[in-house]
Each structure stands twice: as C-alpha cells, then as structure tokens.
C-alpha cells in the first residue's frame, strides 16, 4: 500500500498568490514525522518545513506553512506569496517511529507564472 | 557550513562494470541514508547509518549493491556488475543526534550504458 500520495502531478500558480499542495499518508503508527522537500531543477532536495504527529500547532517556516488534519492523515503544503523562484518539484515524505528511512510520495510539479 | 557533499556528480559506465559512489555527510552528523531516485519517482530508501554500522540495510535491491561506512563519517556505496536498470540519481542524506530532519547532497547521476 502506497504510504504517501501526492495527487497532484503538476500545479501552476500566479506569481504572489498562495498555493496548497496537497499530501495524504497511511501509517499505523501513532508517532512520525512528516516532511516536505524542494527539488529544483538542478536536483538537490531541499528541506523545507517539518511537522511531527504530536505538535499541537500547524509548523511555519517563512512563507511555509503545514495544513495538518490528523484525523484526514493529511499534511498539505501551503506556500504564501508565490515566487518565480518557487518553481520546482515538492515532495511530501513521512518518517515513522523507529525507523531512519524516508517514504517519498511521487511528487507534484509546481509552475509559478509571472 | 559545509553541505552534504557527494562525488562524482556524474558517473558513465558500461553495462557489468563495478562502480564507488562517495558521500561526505555534514560535519557531526551521525546517521548517514543513501535514497535511489529514477525519473520522475519520488526517492526511494536504500540502506541507513547509524555510526558505523547499518542500522537498516532492507532497501537494497540486490546483493550486487552494498554500502559501507567505516569510520562513522564518509559513505562509499558500491555496485557490481552494473545493469542498465541501475541507471539512475543516487542521493546521499545525513542528519544530527538530535534531530530527524535529512539533509540532502546533490547526488550522483549514474548512466549505465
């Protein structure tokens, strides 16, 4: 069973508008994290914003924000103010209990448009 | 400071041939993870550090890759009899004692031709 979904293979956004990507997850585990990553076109993954499953708050970073609906198991990705520089590939990962590894979801392609 | 760093960027070779991919994880990093990226896939666990020792080895597709880390910093992961299905960016991680955030190098592109 797939463990994160991403649906959405490519978005566009306008440039200074906000914009959600959206990341379902499927654990049984009562504790894990859940990650987001940039990867621009020149490939390096860039950690982005980090929300474990007992912080009582939605994490912020910048202009980064974490929609977190546990019950939905979902963890989407709010980006404010959209840049031209935002424009790249996000992946939504999650990190069970225990475990080192990362479980990637297929990644959605955001475009931001001037 | 200092990125995880990885060598080479770029890495030809022919089908059957034995390759070294190195990572250089960040400076007191303790846990060192290779992922394998094809494609237009997200990427994909292959084996975990923690120190010396491989603390979870199960995502190593077959016994012709192995990885070590022999003094708990740099990682060298090696593969045999190279297939064209190997062919794909191998992407190096670490992160510190206290946090489980990963931190990415800019990976190694492998073409097996």
């Known amino acids: 069973a797939q463990k994160i979904t991403q649906t959405q293979p490519g978005m566009f956004v306008q440039e200074k508008e906000a914009v959600t990507l959206d990341c379902t997850y499927d654990?049984?585990?009562?504790?894990?994290?859940l990650f987001w990553y940039k990867q621009p076109s020149s490939g390096e993954m860039i950690f982005l914003i980090y929300q474990g499953s007992y912080d009582q708050q939605n994490a912020t970073e910048g202009r980064y924000s974490l929609n977190f609906q546990k019950a939905r198991k979902s963890a989407n990705l709010v980006i404010s103010a959209s840049q031209l520089g935002d424009s790249a590939m996000y992946f939504c990962?999650?990190?069970?209990?225990?475990?080192?590894?990362?479980?990637f979801g297929q990644g959605t392609e955001l475009s931001v448009k001037p | 400071g200092a990125g995880v760093s990885q060598t080479p960027s770029n890495k030809v070779t022919e089908k059957g041939k034995y390759v070294e991919l190195r990572c250089d994880p960040i400076s007191g990093h303790t846990a060192l993870y290779w992922y394998r990226q094809s494609l237009g896939q997200g990427p994909e666990f292959l084996i975990y550090f923690q120190g010396t020792g491989a603390a979870d080895d199960s995502g190593l597709p077959n016994d012709r890759f192995f990885a070590v880390r022999p003094e708990g910093s740099v990682s060298t992961l090696k593969i045999q009899r190279t297939e064209r299905g190997d062919s794909a960016v191998y992407l190096c991680?670490?992160?510190?004692?206290?946090?489980?955030?990963?931190?990415f190098g800019p990976g190694t592109r492998l073409t097996v031709l």
């Open positions: 654990t049984s585990d009562p504790s894990y994290g």
């Open positions: 990962a999650m990190r069970e209990e225990g475990e080192g590894k990362l479980i």
């Open positions: 991680a670490s992160s510190p004692p206290t946090r489980d955030t990963q931190y």
